[in-house]
């Protein structure tokens, strides 16, 4: 301190010297130390610093004050309280000085100080703020002196626009002080007070907004002027506090309208277009009646140009020459400094452009009523609107995309629908936005070139009969010697989109000018020029010689092959060239090989060698490794045997690195070169392959794992005589994940066929019995106790051995399967019907025989062992659950294997054996889930009518297990027979049972999957007829028709979204707490309070979640929060799932939220208030933890919304949080956790689809 203190003397003694270098660099020295986070100043070196630099901002010398006022900055945080307010009041007083130099630097000093203030320290901001606003105030109000006004006005805004919510008591002042500047005579202050206000309005109280609007609704009938800055005014509190305005809109927007019909006033119509910009994005649900008046507005203003004459310039450009370097520019004819007409025209096309962006649900209007005028207006002028009207064009595209996308077919749409539309106007754009392509001005191409590239991801192939048009402006952009490397990139870069997304034989006319062309963007000098001219080159090669199907090359294209080749070789060799550049230089060698690899057979030896130096390279190994595996997959099998011998070495020691990408890639790249060049890979080459491979089969990293098996069956099945080498790590691995329970799906079908082909190798130790042996050991050791003597002194507090998950007994079965069909399964059949027979095996290996036994009946016939039967109908009486549901499954998957005899005798026990109804309909849904062949249902169609009858039979039952079994069967059969079934279910609605509704409804939703089906076309006509259940007076038959058309909204939300306007009604009436459905049980001394419509909330509200990922833009957000914030005040699971929804809401739909923040603010501040009573259970107090933890999640989210943070009831919250220990505690875990992120323990578990 000592010495730092020293130090600062040293240096204030030089700032008094009369020379300025010795001013300048002390000065210099002070703010460099101040920068410093270790920098400490005793209470007289802040004194005398403050002092100092105050003095200094009068300095004679310039580049001493400036320096100075640098050194504000980080001295505020480094300083005392008192010390800051000694700053602040001599740069108010300097402020208001005579000196204009003086008030200028004064100015900027306290901007800085302002800037500076950390937000986390309130009171020092809050106490700075206060002492700053009164003097700002009366110098807006009272001072003459313009220049003073304007300083004033400008670090109020800054003020405001930081410290808003501080400054509540001076907000009345501020507001009268401000207000009358509206009405100065200098535009520079009237636009000044417009910006303070702006930002006065985001955080001031509700009387003294609503002073304000009716302020500004009454100076509208003023003069011109006036008139102006008062719409610039409601335009500029929209854009800060858009979620404020909306209830005045009614009274400002008629007259408003009035505004932009006024003769020979350009600036006011602009002003006005803004205003009703700023309303569409702000205010998106009050605006919605006037949207069509304004929409009418935006496309005649679109047009106003009065003082050009188009149709001549028109006829102008049809013969214009592209090469023609005379400087003809039109727009030096009309040119007119007076005309601000394109103010108008862009202000125009901006709010074309909010509109597209907002309104979703126009896309049919705006492109019946805005896309054709857009399209004509192509050919405007001014180069600014032109680029504001393409992006309004790209907006209403991008609209679009969302609709496209979930179609299976463009083409076959009806006529009306927006995609068709747009179809149909395809010509009409090319033929206009090709006329731009002609245009000098590089803004228009890359504009054209923008628009152009989103119509191709939209309509895929749209542009196949247009290629001729748009070829020409594409050379044009990439060969103009005026063209800049921005033009280049941007062209390349929609080439590079334009030519996948079109039958490669449409360009083969234009190859002679496209790929000189490109290749000389490949030898340019600009590395982002090449990079983009190599993704091309790669995709130019696949039009040369598509390989789907496979066709010999033309003889024509061959010198364009030698080009490409040669212009991507020159990269390749580089070594002191940009990263992004050596990467695709080496994918298009990569493709070129693939495709053309046996046109450059002579060529081979001097890439190649490129290609294993590239690969002992560690920044481009992965993108060579990609490279090769391509090359190698050629079905042209390209010549690499003699680079093999080098490179699968250094393949197999990738797959010991520490990079996952690398290990995929290389995987993927040795199971190729395993297949197509089996004849070169040796035995040494597959024993270094397999010291590799044990580490990557791990539950850790299950991609990996599969990618591993993959290889390893490659290897075995080409080199049999080498799975010697798998017989310690890899099978020791390979047991280990097999009792994971995370195994299933593709690596547990790798792991089988890796199993199938080593029993089949005949690898000594590794036999058909010897796997066997190896397979069941887990299962026997699980059932076997630890019986060993224990050490003396230690407990027995657990088996030494793991107990062996659920899971692991079912992929063990399934591998016994495998394995057992491949050699002599009625063996082994035999042998477990035997020992199940014995009655003396433990109840682990009882469950694994039966599941061993449904997986081998379903690939296999075993109606010829008569045990069969008696033995998994005997373990239906079994004590265990586990050996029920095995039994069940096991005979389900036998009758699989033969439905002729198996079928009718799992229908005969159904109807007979009652008590074992459950089990058996869990059969049946079992045989009806495995009808996947063709050849199997055909054998199963027959007993549909007979089976279906037995289920209808069944759906009065009074169990609900029993009645979800017979609900999934009905899905299912559903599914295989749709046309007649569909409408059976539909005929059981009229029943006047509640529990068959339910059970109707509920095999509905399983007839909803996440995969196309045929079922889909006739369940979009049918589904309103079971949403109309919503309306059941049955609580249940409601609940479950919710849980419906929410597996619909999740899976296949085209089902339902045209319905939503009818559905959304009752859904939100099931969001309401019912007293009726609240009821009081007594449980011996104790009342409990049952809710029975609790369940049908929770449904609802699960729903509306669901929604918001599906059917967002079909959603009235405003409806929907309403029905959110009901929720938030709701039992302890449905206010789980509100805060949830606040934080989608929050990312989704911003500025709706914005609107109801206070709204949303008070029933979570009342959650994170309440108290647990003391004497509650354990239990109690976490629930009530995790739902406060929640619903910071919730204000979180809240405070990321822009413009929240203006908030004065949220701002209130955060503050009393932070004020108490606790809950500032439990804030800062959960904003360590992600805050708003969705995932955590917390998170309620939503209804399994």
Same mark, same amino acid.
């Given at each position: 301190?000592?010495?730092?203190?020293?130090?600062?003397?040293?240096?204030?003694?030089?700032?008094?010297?009369?020379?300025?270098?010795?001013?300048?660099?002390?000065?210099?020295?002070?703010?460099?130390?101040?920068?410093?986070?270790?920098?400490?100043?005793?209470?007289?070196?802040?004194?005398?610093?403050?002092?100092?630099?105050?003095?200094?901002?009068?300095?004679?010398?310039?580049?001493?004050?400036?320096?100075?006022?640098?050194?504000?900055?980080?001295?505020?945080?480094?300083?005392?309280?008192?010390?800051?307010?000694?700053?602040?009041?001599?740069?108010?007083?300097?402020?208001?000085?005579?000196?204009?130099?003086?008030?200028?630097?004064?100015?900027?000093?306290?901007?800085?100080?302002?800037?500076?203030?950390?937000?986390?320290?309130?009171?020092?901001?809050?106490?700075?703020?206060?002492?700053?606003?009164?003097?700002?105030?009366?110098?807006?109000?009272?001072?003459?002196?313009?220049?003073?006004?304007?300083?004033?006005?400008?670090?109020?805004?800054?003020?405001?626009?930081?410290?808003?919510?501080?400054?509540?008591?001076?907000?009345?002042?501020?507001?009268?002080?401000?207000?009358?500047?509206?009405?100065?005579?200098?535009?520079?202050?009237?636009?000044?007070?417009?910006?303070?206000?702006?930002?006065?309005?985001?955080?001031?109280?509700?009387?003294?907004?609503?002073?304000?609007?009716?302020?500004?609704?009454?100076?509208?009938?003023?003069?011109?002027?006036?008139?102006?800055?008062?719409?610039?005014?409601?335009?500029?509190?929209?854009?800060?506090?858009?979620?404020?305005?909306?209830?005045?809109?009614?009274?400002?927007?008629?007259?408003?309208?009035?505004?932009?019909?006024?003769?020979?006033?350009?600036?006011?119509?602009?002003?006005?277009?803004?205003?009703?910009?700023?309303?569409?994005?702000?205010?998106?649900?009050?605006?919605?009646?006037?949207?069509?008046?304004?929409?009418?507005?935006?496309?005649?203003?679109?047009?106003?140009?009065?003082?050009?004459?188009?149709?001549?310039?028109?006829?102008?450009?049809?013969?214009?020459?592209?090469?023609?370097?005379?400087?003809?520019?039109?727009?030096?004819?009309?040119?007119?400094?007076?005309?601000?007409?394109?103010?108008?025209?862009?202000?125009?096309?901006?709010?074309?452009?909010?509109?597209?962006?907002?309104?979703?649900?126009?896309?049919?209007?705006?492109?019946?009523?805005?896309?054709?005028?857009?399209?004509?207006?192509?050919?405007?002028?001014?180069?600014?609107?032109?680029?504001?009207?393409?992006?309004?064009?790209?907006?209403?595209?991008?609209?679009?995309?969302?609709?496209?996308?979930?179609?299976?077919?463009?083409?076959?749409?009806?006529?009306?629908?927006?995609?068709?539309?747009?179809?149909?106007?395809?010509?009409?754009?090319?033929?206009?936005?090709?006329?731009?392509?002609?245009?000098?001005?590089?803004?228009?191409?890359?504009?054209?070139?923008?628009?152009?590239?989103?119509?191709?991801?939209?309509?895929?192939?749209?542009?196949?009969?247009?290629?001729?048009?748009?070829?020409?402006?594409?050379?044009?952009?990439?060969?103009?010697?005026?063209?800049?490397?921005?033009?280049?990139?941007?062209?390349?870069?929609?080439?590079?989109?334009?030519?996948?997304?079109?039958?490669?034989?449409?360009?083969?006319?234009?190859?002679?000018?496209?790929?000189?062309?490109?290749?000389?963007?490949?030898?340019?000098?600009?590395?982002?020029?090449?990079?983009?001219?190599?993704?091309?080159?790669?995709?130019?090669?696949?039009?040369?010689?598509?390989?789907?199907?496979?066709?010999?090359?033309?003889?024509?294209?061959?010198?364009?092959?030698?080009?490409?080749?040669?212009?991507?070789?020159?990269?390749?060799?580089?070594?002191?060239?940009?990263?992004?550049?050596?990467?695709?230089?080496?994918?298009?060698?990569?493709?070129?090989?693939?495709?053309?690899?046996?046109?450059?057979?002579?060529?081979?030896?001097?890439?190649?060698?490129?290609?294993?130096?590239?690969?002992?390279?560690?920044?481009?190994?992965?993108?060579?490794?990609?490279?090769?595996?391509?090359?190698?997959?050629?079905?042209?099998?390209?010549?690499?045997?003699?680079?093999?011998?080098?490179?699968?070495?250094?393949?197999?020691?990738?797959?010991?690195?520490?990079?996952?990408?690398?290990?995929?890639?290389?995987?993927?790249?040795?199971?190729?070169?395993?297949?197509?060049?089996?004849?070169?890979?040796?035995?040494?080459?597959?024993?270094?392959?397999?010291?590799?491979?044990?580490?990557?089969?791990?539950?850790?990293?299950?991609?990996?794992?599969?990618?591993?098996?993959?290889?390893?069956?490659?290897?075995?099945?080409?080199?049999?005589?080498?799975?010697?080498?798998?017989?310690?790590?890899?099978?020791?691995?390979?047991?280990?994940?097999?009792?994971?329970?995370?195994?299933?799906?593709?690596?547990?079908?790798?792991?089988?066929?890796?199993?199938?082909?080593?029993?089949?190798?005949?690898?000594?130790?590794?036999?058909?019995?010897?796997?066997?042996?190896?397979?069941?050991?887990?299962?026997?050791?699980?059932?076997?106790?630890?019986?060993?003597?224990?050490?003396?002194?230690?407990?027995?507090?657990?088996?030494?051995?793991?107990?062996?998950?659920?899971?692991?007994?079912?992929?063990?079965?399934?591998?016994?399967?495998?394995?057992?069909?491949?050699?002599?399964?009625?063996?082994?059949?035999?042998?477990?019907?035997?020992?199940?027979?014995?009655?003396?095996?433990?109840?682990?290996?009882?469950? !694994?025989? @039966?599941?061993?036994? $449904?997986?081998?009946? =379903? +690939?296999?016939? %075993?109606?010829? *062992? #008569?045990?069969? /039967?008696?033995?998994?109908?005997?373990?239906?009486?079994?004590?265990?659950?586990?050996?029920?549901?095995?039994?069940?499954?096991?005979?389900?998957?036998?009758?699989?294997?033969?439905?002729?005899?198996?079928?009718? !005798?799992? @229908?005969?026990?159904? $109807?007979?054996?009652? =008590? +074992?109804?459950? %089990?058996?309909? *869990? #059969?049946?849904? /079992?045989?009806?889930?495995?009808?996947?062949?063709?050849?199997?249902?055909?054998?199963?169609?027959?007993?549909?009518?007979?089976?279906?009858?037995?289920?209808?039979?069944?759906?009065?039952?009074?169990?609900?297990?029993?009645?979800?079994?017979?609900?999934?069967?009905?899905?299912?059969?559903?599914? %295989?027979?749709?046309?007649?079934?569909?409408?059976?279910?539909?005929?059981?609605?009229?029943?006047?049972?509640?529990?068959?509704?339910?059970?109707?409804?509920?095999?509905?939703?399983?007839?909803?999957?996440?995969?196309?089906?045929?079922?889909?076309?006739?369940?979009?006509?049918?589904?309103?007829?079971?949403?109309?259940?919503?309306?059941?007076?049955?609580?249940?038959?409601?609940?479950?028709?919710?849980?419906?058309?929410?597996?619909?909204?999740?899976?296949?939300?085209?089902?339902?979204?045209?319905?939503?306007?009818?559905?959304?009604?009752?859904?939100?009436?099931?969001?309401?707490?019912?007293?009726?459905?609240?009821?009081?049980?007594?449980?011996?001394?104790?009342?409990?309070?049952?809710?029975?419509?609790?369940?049908?909330?929770?449904?609802?509200?699960?729903?509306?979640?669901?929604?918001?990922?599906?059917?967002?833009?079909?959603?009235?957000?405003?409806?929907?929060?309403?029905?959110?914030?009901?929720?938030?005040?709701?039992?302890?699971?449905?206010?789980?799932?509100?805060?949830?929804?606040?934080?989608?809401?929050?990312?989704?739909?911003?500025?709706?939220?914005?609107?109801?923040?206070?709204?949303?603010?008070?029933?979570?501040?009342?959650?994170?208030?309440?108290?647990?009573?003391?004497?509650?259970?354990?239990?109690?107090?976490?629930?009530?933890?995790?739902?406060?933890?929640?619903?910071?999640?919730?204000?979180?989210?809240?405070?990321?919304?822009?413009?929240?943070?203006?908030?004065?009831?949220?701002?209130?919250?955060?503050?009393?949080?932070?004020?108490?220990?606790?809950?500032?505690?439990?804030?800062?875990?959960?904003?360590?956790?992600?805050?708003?992120?969705?995932?955590?323990?917390?998170?309620?578990?939503?209804?399994?689809?």
């Amino acid at each position: 301190m000592a010495n730092m203190s020293f130090q600062i003397a040293n240096l204030l003694e030089k700032m008094l010297s009369t020379d300025k270098d010795f001013r300048f660099m002390a000065t210099n020295d002070l703010m460099t130390e101040l920068q410093k986070d270790s920098i400490k100043l005793d209470d007289d070196s802040e004194k005398k610093v403050v002092k100092m630099l105050l003095r200094l901002l009068e300095d004679q010398n310039g580049e001493v004050q400036n320096l100075a006022v640098k050194c504000l900055g980080p001295l505020v945080a480094k300083v005392k309280e008192v010390q800051v307010e000694t700053i602040v009041d001599t740069l108010c007083t300097n402020m208001m000085s005579d000196k204009e130099q003086l008030r200028d630097i004064s100015s900027i000093g306290l901007k800085t100080v302002i800037v500076e203030l950390p937000p986390s320290a309130t009171t020092l901001a809050a106490g700075i703020s206060r002492r700053i606003t009164g003097r700002l105030t009366n110098a807006v109000a009272k001072q003459e002196d313009v220049s003073v006004q304007l300083e004033a006005l400008d670090i109020l805004a800054d003020l405001l626009s930081r410290f808003g919510t501080l400054l509540v008591s001076f907000h009345q002042a501020i507001q009268t002080s401000l207000l009358p500047q509206l009405v100065s005579k200098r535009l520079a202050v009237r636009k000044r007070s417009i910006m303070a206000i702006g930002y006065l309005v985001s955080c001031c109280n509700s009387v003294l907004f609503e002073d304000i609007m009716h302020y500004l609704l009454k100076g509208l009938d003023g003069n011109k002027d006036t008139t102006r800055t008062y719409i610039q005014c409601i335009g500029c509190i929209s854009r800060q506090a858009g979620h404020r305005i909306g209830p005045f809109l009614n009274e400002f927007i008629p007259q408003i309208m009035k505004f932009c019909n006024v003769d020979d006033d350009d600036e006011l119509r602009e002003y006005c277009i803004q205003a009703f910009e700023s309303f569409i994005l702000k205010s998106p649900k009050e605006i919605t009646d006037y949207v069509g008046k304004i929409l009418s507005l935006c496309l005649k203003y679109l047009s106003y140009d009065p003082n050009y004459n188009y149709d001549e310039d028109d006829e102008e450009m049809e013969g214009m020459d592209v090469d023609d370097d005379e400087d003809d520019d039109v727009d030096d004819d009309y040119s007119d400094d007076d005309d601000i007409s394109w103010k108008v025209r862009r202000a125009a096309a901006k709010c074309l452009n909010a509109v597209v962006t907002t309104r979703h649900h126009m896309l049919t209007q705006l492109y019946t009523d805005v896309s054709p005028i857009l399209i004509s207006r192509f050919k405007e002028r001014e180069e600014n609107v032109k680029s504001d009207i393409f992006q309004v064009y790209i907006s209403l595209l991008r609209q679009t995309k969302h609709i496209a996308s979930a179609l299976p077919n463009h083409k076959s749409v009806s006529e009306g629908h927006p995609v068709a539309r747009l179809r149909s106007q395809v010509p009409a754009i090319v033929k206009s936005v090709t006329r731009q392509l002609r245009e000098k001005s590089f803004k228009t191409r890359q504009s054209c070139f923008s628009l152009l590239a989103e119509l191709t991801v939209v309509l895929s192939g749209c542009l196949s009969d247009h290629v001729s048009s748009i070829i020409p402006g594409v050379i044009y952009s990439l060969t103009d010697k005026n063209s800049n490397s921005t033009m280049k990139i941007d062209t390349l870069s929609f080439l590079n989109i334009l030519i996948p997304n079109q039958p490669g034989q449409v360009f083969h006319q234009h190859l002679g000018v496209l790929i000189p062309a490109v290749v000389a963007a490949v030898k340019d000098s600009f590395y982002k020029i090449v990079s983009e001219a190599l993704l091309v080159s790669q995709q130019l090669v696949q039009v040369l010689r598509p390989l789907e199907p496979l066709q010999p090359l033309s003889p024509e294209f061959s010198p364009y092959v030698k080009q490409l080749y040669e212009c991507t070789l020159i990269r390749l060799r580089a070594a002191d060239i940009d990263q992004e550049v050596k990467e695709r230089a080496i994918s298009c060698m990569g493709r070129l090989l693939c495709n053309v690899g046996d046109a450059l057979s002579t060529e081979l030896p001097v890439c190649l060698p490129i290609f294993i130096d590239r690969l002992r390279n560690e920044i481009t190994r992965l993108t060579v490794v990609k490279a090769l595996t391509l090359a190698a997959s050629s079905p042209l099998k390209v010549e690499l045997s003699s680079y093999l011998t080098e490179a699968v070495p250094i393949l197999a020691s990738f797959l010991r690195k520490n990079n996952r990408a690398l290990k995929l890639a290389t995987l993927k790249c040795l199971d190729v070169l395993v297949w197509n060049y089996s004849s070169i890979i040796t035995l040494g080459m597959v024993s270094q392959v397999l010291q590799e491979c044990g580490p990557l089969i791990s539950e850790s990293d299950l991609h990996i794992s599969q990618l591993t098996l993959t290889l390893l069956t490659s290897l075995c099945k080409v080199h049999p005589s080498a799975m010697t080498g798998v017989k310690g790590d890899i099978m020791a691995q390979l047991f280990l994940l097999m009792k994971s329970p995370l195994l299933q799906g593709a690596v547990l079908q790798s792991m089988l066929e890796f199993l199938y082909c080593l029993s089949a190798s005949n690898t000594p130790g590794l036999a058909f019995a010897d796997l066997m042996t190896l397979l069941t050991q887990p299962i026997h050791e699980s059932a076997t106790p630890t019986t060993s003597p224990l050490p003396s002194g230690t407990q027995a507090t657990s088996a030494s051995r793991p107990p062996l998950h659920k899971q692991a007994f079912h992929s063990i079965a399934k591998c016994v399967a495998a394995l057992a069909l491949a050699h002599n399964a009625d063996q082994v059949v035999e042998e477990f019907l035997a020992k199940l027979n014995d009655g003396r095996q433990s109840e682990s290996i009882q469950l !694994f025989f @039966l599941l061993s036994l $449904g997986e081998i009946g =379903r +690939r296999k016939d %075993l109606s010829s *062992h #008569s045990q069969l /039967e008696p033995v998994i109908l005997g373990a239906f009486s079994s004590p265990n659950e586990d050996i029920k549901t095995a039994a069940s499954s096991a005979l389900g998957a036998v009758a699989v294997g033969n439905l002729t005899k198996y079928l009718p !005798f799992v @229908l005969r026990e159904i $109807g007979s054996q009652t =008590r +074992r109804q459950y %089990l058996l309909l *869990h #059969s049946l849904k /079992e045989i009806i889930s495995c009808e996947s062949n063709s050849q199997l249902i055909e054998t199963f169609r027959p007993h549909i009518t007979e089976i279906w009858q037995m289920l209808m039979s069944h759906s009065e039952c009074q169990e609900e297990g029993t009645r979800n079994v017979v609900a999934e069967c009905l899905g299912k059969l559903t599914l %295989l027979q749709p046309d007649p079934l569909l409408g059976y279910l539909q005929d059981q609605l009229g029943s006047p049972s509640p529990l068959t509704k339910a059970t109707v409804i509920t095999a509905v939703k399983f007839t909803i999957t996440d995969q196309p089906q045929a079922i889909d076309e006739i369940l979009t006509g049918a589904i309103n007829t079971f949403l109309s259940c919503l309306r059941d007076p049955d609580l249940n038959v409601r609940r479950v028709a919710l849980v419906m058309f929410n597996s619909a909204a999740h899976n296949k939300p085209g089902l339902i979204r045209d319905l939503l306007t009818s559905v959304l009604p009752l859904l939100y009436k099931e969001t309401k707490v019912r007293k009726d459905l609240i009821r009081e049980v007594e449980m011996g001394p104790f009342k409990h309070t049952v809710d029975d419509g609790l369940d049908l909330r929770k449904a609802a509200f699960e729903c509306m979640y669901t929604l918001l990922d599906s059917c967002l833009d079909r959603v009235d957000i405003f409806e929907f929060l309403n029905h959110v914030e009901e929720g938030l005040s709701d039992h302890y699971d449905v206010k789980m799932l509100t805060y949830l929804m606040v934080v989608r809401l929050a990312n989704l739909s911003p500025g709706p939220v914005l609107q109801r923040v206070e709204r949303l603010v008070v029933p979570i501040k009342k959650t994170c208030d309440t108290k647990v009573r003391t004497n509650s259970v354990k239990q109690e107090f976490e629930k009530h933890d995790e739902l406060k933890r929640s619903a910071l999640r919730a204000i979180i989210a809240l405070q990321g919304v822009p413009g929240a943070e203006k908030n004065q009831q949220l701002s209130d919250f955060i503050s009393q949080i932070k004020s108490s220990h606790d809950m500032s505690v439990l804030y800062s875990s959960v904003q360590k956790d992600g805050g708003s992120s969705l995932s955590g323990s917390g998170e309620p578990r939503l209804m399994e689809f």
